[in-house]
């Protein structure tokens, strides 16, 4: 019998979902029967299979097998069947909306326009077993990069057109070659992993599935640029990356891979991790740097580039999590072969994290170049719900949404800012028609309210006005000339901010404002929000010859505001109503529409 | 090295900053967080230019921007008439009661609209002057509490700040008047601490808190019968010690006065 091995997935996701009790589970039954049973390894914990919104995920090997949403209480019958046996669980196997099952990754529609590099060992290896990730080759490009003169290495990441995935897309070879030209006794490489944007988690399951890769990546930057220390710097509500990336660290250490003479070489280099309270604005790096330095998180004057003059003064390399990723797949395989993936100005894949009303979320990852079409409509699944696509948001607080028209544009960090959008680090969210787009940019102006350090007139105070003025039109007191006042607030922002978070800070309004624009009109003119999320100029209606009688709604109402009996035509209570669309969410008839007031 | 200002070639040192090098050269920048003697703030975003740096303008704020040679700097264009009406609008709509933020938008033709007033009898623009006046200084007696569009200046937690030594330091670079700062019956108020005044040993007015000497003497570990003295006998004294200031001067080796 061949030798089988279980890969539960234990990322932050499934383990919310009970993916640490299956582990143990599966653990406890190998080793009841492993004598028995020509089973190895047993079970092994990994990072993230993507598809979360599915978990636990369950997937046994060698045949390829995805199980999905595994209780404890399916162990036995998995054990009996599918690792004793050959048996498929068809019970277990994704099933598409349209009941079709698919019984491997590689033919699930989520899975196929996927392309790994970044996410490479993410779900394969247990991120806390060091040995894995050496048998996956880890360590190995750093072993060629000790052997290389460092502008070699600039030289090789600059061939490969890498440009960093920390969201501004600045090219990685570039900055490195700035700071290796720095001159300094003392340098420093930083590792961003500070993921403020809300739906985010990129950066979070890189480093929680494959930590072994990100350090790797900054020993090699560490090489390049002349560096003899490096920091991660981790959100300390990451409690599984903050882990997985010290015990990383502790084991390169045992290992001799960092630490002194890394790998036998005369390079002496060590990674510290350092745990951030979690502010948006400490992402941006010279904020990161004063958080580092135990000040007050606000961002610093640039120039000095941190290339230059960053931590205490010295030269500094700061690049994101993915990027790191990328670095020693780069070095591995060659600029070369990375170049063939994605397009000229953006070779390589993205991660994304794909999430809002579409049929599959999770955490993807594609060559760039690939359609925004194929990533809500392939692997996404398109709508949930049978409500039709009104908008994607890309790149966070800092990007701005993308209508339907624009869905076939390519992804990649020029035609992303084209649409006035942005690559940032990587989050995706898709809208339906129930998405209002002046409450949409109000939730990124309200976000970024309390996410900005305040230190700068444009982007404290016209955050403040922007609100009132979102305020006001949700209310159904703007005037026509607000929209105008808005454009030129967010034009004031733009340039006249300090850092980075208030020069993008208007994206969110002006990319609404931009194909959105008659939806202002009308919430202003007409008093009327179509997608009835503005509780002031909307109301909810029950469909009589739609509604069945069910009392669904009814029964979800939190403010018993929908009268009715059963089998019969229900109504809602307008001075009842809350305005909370429960009722829509819920109705199977779709009797529940938004109208006017 | 030289740059070029509204056309005008400007010599500057290394190191040094567009909004002094202009200053320096007679061109007048609208600004309210600097102070010469306190580091850039660079956070009330007035003292906007363009700069013309290897064939591309960017607009940055004068004020901690470093020169480097052969840049062009413009200060007054339509562009940037425009961002600092923008900018000037926010200010005003942010501190109302201010004076001076009134008489600067007065100056550029900036009117505000009360409708986005934050609070009719807020002065304070958060340009961070004063507790960066406080933290040279050494008592570090109020910071920024807060972050976003809720930061405010504070002493730690609001309450009475056993720091605060009532020097007033940052009243007086307060660019809006925006810090209370009384005096009456030999008492000073400020931050909601009332410190008494010590007369000064000369001419006998009352001009500095105890607690502000104290905090001297120890800094500068100065002896014992230190009193101090206000600041005209101050000038007084240096003025009667001239000649022998200026026969030192004389008499030091020349060349090396670095
Ligand atoms: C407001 C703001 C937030 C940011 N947040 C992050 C972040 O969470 N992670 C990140 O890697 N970069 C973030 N950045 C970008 C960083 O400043 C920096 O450019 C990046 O880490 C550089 O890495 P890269 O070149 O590999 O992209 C942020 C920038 C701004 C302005
Ligand atoms: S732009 Fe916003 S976050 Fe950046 S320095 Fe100004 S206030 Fe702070
Ligand atoms: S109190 Fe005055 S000095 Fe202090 S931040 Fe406000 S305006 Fe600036
Ligand atoms: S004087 Fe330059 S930003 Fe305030």
């Known amino acids: 019998m061949p030798a089988k091995s279980v890969y539960i997935c234990c990322d932050t996701g499934c383990t919310a979902a009970g993916g640490g009790l299956l582990a143990s589970a599966f653990a406890a039954k190998l080793k009841n029967s492993g004598a028995a049973c020509d089973l190895a390894p047993?079970?092994?914990?990994?990072?993230?299979?993507?598809?979360?919104?599915?978990?636990?995920?369950?997937?046994?090997?060698?045949?390829?097998?995805?199980?999905?949403?595994?209780?404890?209480?399916?162990?036995?019958?998995?054990?009996?069947?599918?690792?004793?046996?050959?048996?498929?669980?068809?019970?277990?196997?994704?099933?598409?909306?349209?009941?079709?099952?698919?019984?491997?990754?590689?033919?699930?529609?989520?899975?196929?326009?996927?392309?790994?590099?970044?996410?490479?060992?993410?779900g394969e290896i247990d991120p806390l077993d060091m040995e894995e990730a050496v048998a996956r080759g880890v360590y190995q490009a750093l072993a060629k990069a000790l052997e290389m003169p460092p502008e070699d290495i600039v030289d090789e990441m600059e061939a490969s057109g890498l440009r960093g995935r920390g969201g501004a897309g600045f090219p990685t070879g570039k900055k490195w070659r700035y700071c290796a030209a720095s001159k300094s006794d003392i340098k420093y490489v930083v590792c961003n992993c500070d993921e403020g944007d809300p739906g985010a988690f990129m950066d979070r399951s890189i480093l929680e599935g494959d930590p072994h890769s990100v350090l790797e990546?900054?020993?090699?930057?560490?090489?390049?640029?002349?560096?003899?220390?490096?920091?991660?710097?981790?959100?300390?509500?990451?409690?599984?990356?903050?882990?997985?990336?010290?015990?990383?660290?502790?084991?390169?250490?045992?290992?001799?891979?960092?630490g002194r003479n890394i790998l036998g070489s005369d390079m002496d280099f060590d990674i510290k991790v350092i745990r951030g309270g979690g502010a948006f604005v400490c992402g941006e790096e010279t904020a990161l740097i004063n958080s580092?330095?135990?000040?007050?998180?606000?961002?610093?004057?640039?120039?000095?580039?941190?290339?230059?003059?960053?931590?205490?003064?010295?030269?500094?390399?700061?690049?994101?999590?993915?990027?790191?990723a990328n670095v020693a797949a780069i070095l591995h395989s060659g600029a070369q072969k990375f170049r063939e993936i994605g397009?000229?100005?953006?070779?390589?894949?993205?991660?994304?994290?794909?999430?809002?009303?579409?049929?599959?979320?999770?955490?993807?990852?594609?060559?760039?170049?690939?359609?925004?079409?194929?990533?809500?409509?392939?692997?996404?699944?398109?709508?949930?719900?049978?409500?039709?696509?009104?908008?994607?948001?890309?790149?966070?607080?800092?990007?701005?949404?993308?209508?339907?028209?624009?869905?076939?544009?390519?992804?990649d960090f020029d035609s992303l800012a084209e649409a006035g959008g942005m690559m940032g680090s990587g989050g995706m969210i898709v809208m339906d028609s129930c998405t209002c787009m002046v409450e949409f940019a109000q939730y990124y102006v309200k976000f970024l309210s309390g996410e900005s350090c305040g230190k700068c007139t444009p982007c404290r105070e016209g955050?403040?006005?922007?609100?009132?003025?979102?305020?006001?039109?949700?209310?159904?007191?703007?005037?026509?000339?607000?929209?105008?006042?808005?454009?030129?607030?967010?034009?004031?922002?733009?340039?006249?901010?300090?850092?980075?978070?208030?020069?993008?800070?208007?994206?969110?309004?002006?990319?609404?404002?931009?194909?959105?624009?008659?939806?202002?009109v009308e919430h202003v003119e007409e008093k009327y929000?179509?997608?009835?999320?503005?509780?002031?100029?909307?109301?909810?209606?029950?469909?009589?010859?739609?509604?069945?009688?069910?009392?669904?709604?009814?029964?979800?109402?939190?403010?018993?505001?929908?009268?009715?009996?059963?089998?019969?035509?229900?109504?809602?209570?307008?001075?009842?109503?809350?305005?909370?669309?429960?009722?829509?969410?819920?109705?199977?008839?779709?009797?529940?529409?938004?109208?006017?007031? | 090295m030289f740059i070029t200002i509204d056309g005008k070639p400007c010599e500057c040192a290394e190191g040094e900053f567009v909004l002094a090098a202009a200053l320096r050269n007679g061109i007048d920048i609208p600004r309210l967080c600097h102070h010469a003697a306190l580091p850039n703030q660079a956070s009330c975003r007035l003292c906007l230019v363009e700069i013309m740096e290897n064939g591309v303008k960017h607009v940055?704020?004068?004020?901690?921007?470093?020169?480097?040679?052969?840049?062009?700097?413009?200060?007054?264009?339509?562009?940037?008439?425009?961002?600092?009406?923008?900018?000037?609008?926010?200010?005003?709509?942010?501190?109302?009661?201010?004076?001076?933020?009134?008489?600067?938008?007065?100056?550029?033709?900036?009117?505000?609209?009360?409708?986005?007033?934050?609070?009719?009898?807020?002065?304070?623009?958060?340009?961070?002057?004063?507790t960066a006046a406080c933290k040279l200084l050494g008592a570090s007696a109020i910071s920024a509490a807060f972050r976003g569009v809720d930061k405010k200046i504070s002493t730690p937690f609001g309450e009475m700040s056993p720091a605060c030594i009532g020097c007033g330091a940052c009243a007086r670079v307060c660019p809006c008047g925006a810090i209370p700062l009384t005096e009456s019956g030999g008492a000073r108020e400020i931050w909601g601490k009332s410190f008494e005044l010590v007369r000064c040993p000369a001419c006998g007015k009352p001009f500095a808190t105890r607690e502000e000497l104290a905090f001297l003497a120890k800094k500068f570990a100065l002896p014992p019968e230190f009193k101090g003295l206000c600041r005209e006998c101050q000038r007084k004294e240096t003025v009667k010690k001239m000649p022998e200031l200026r026969n030192a001067i004389a008499a030091y080796p020349s060349g090396s006065a670095k």
């Open chain 2, 60 to 130: 940055t704020a004068s004020c901690s921007y470093p020169v480097s040679e052969g840049i062009e700097v413009v200060t007054r264009s339509q562009e940037l008439q425009k961002l600092r009406s923008g900018v000037l609008a926010l200010l005003k709509e942010r501190a109302p009661a201010s004076p001076e933020i009134s008489a600067l938008c007065e100056k550029f033709g900036v009117a505000g609209d009360k409708r986005f007033f934050r609070d009719t009898n807020e002065r304070c623009v958060m340009c961070g002057l004063c």
């Open chain 1, 217 to 258: 990546g900054i020993a090699i930057a560490a090489k390049a640029v002349g560096a003899r220390q490096g920091f991660i710097y981790v959100r300390d509500e990451y409690e599984g990356a903050v882990r997985h990336a010290a015990a990383a660290i502790a084991a390169a250490q045992a290992r001799g891979v960092l």
């Open chain 1, 529 to 597: 929000c179509r997608a009835g999320v503005c509780p002031s100029l909307s109301a909810f209606h029950i469909n009589f010859d739609a509604c069945t009688g069910c009392s669904v709604c009814a029964r979800n109402c939190p403010a018993a505001a929908i009268e009715g009996v059963k089998k019969k035509p229900h109504q809602i209570n307008q001075s009842k109503c809350v305005q909370c669309g429960a009722c829509r969410d819920v109705c199977q008839f779709n009797a529940v529409t938004a109208g006017r007031r």
């Open chain 1, 343 to 411: 397009t000229r100005n953006s070779p390589g894949t993205k991660v994304f994290c794909l999430v809002g009303k579409i049929r599959r979320t999770g955490l993807i990852e594609v060559p760039m170049g690939i359609t925004l079409r194929r990533i809500v409509y392939d692997i996404g699944g398109g709508m949930m719900n049978s409500r039709p696509f009104k908008a994607i948001q890309t790149g966070g607080p800092s990007g701005g949404c993308i209508p339907e028209a624009l869905l076939d544009i390519e992804v």
């Open chain 1, 463 to 520: 955050l403040r006005k922007l609100d009132a003025i979102l305020t006001d039109i949700r209310e159904g007191k703007g005037r026509l000339s607000d929209i105008d006042l808005m454009e030129d607030i967010c034009q004031t922002m733009r340039k006249a901010s300090l850092c980075g978070l208030g020069k993008s800070a208007p994206n969110p309004v002006l990319t609404a404002l931009r194909h959105f624009r008659a939806e202002y």
């Open chain 1, 292 to 324: 580092i330095e135990g000040r007050t998180g606000e961002p610093r004057v640039k120039p000095p580039y941190p290339a230059s003059s960053g931590l205490w003064g010295k030269p500094t390399l700061i690049n994101n999590v993915e990027t790191f």
């Open chain 1, 42 to 122: 047993a079970a092994k914990r990994t990072g993230c299979h993507g598809l979360c919104e599915f978990g636990p995920v369950v997937r046994v090997e060698p045949e390829n097998i995805s199980y999905y949403q595994v209780r404890p209480e399916d162990v036995d019958e998995i054990y009996e069947k599918t690792i004793a046996g050959d048996e498929v669980i068809e019970r277990l196997l994704y099933k598409d909306p349209f009941g079709k099952q698919f019984k491997t990754a590689a033919e699930n529609p989520f899975y196929i326009p996927q392309v790994k590099i970044a996410l490479r060992n993410v």
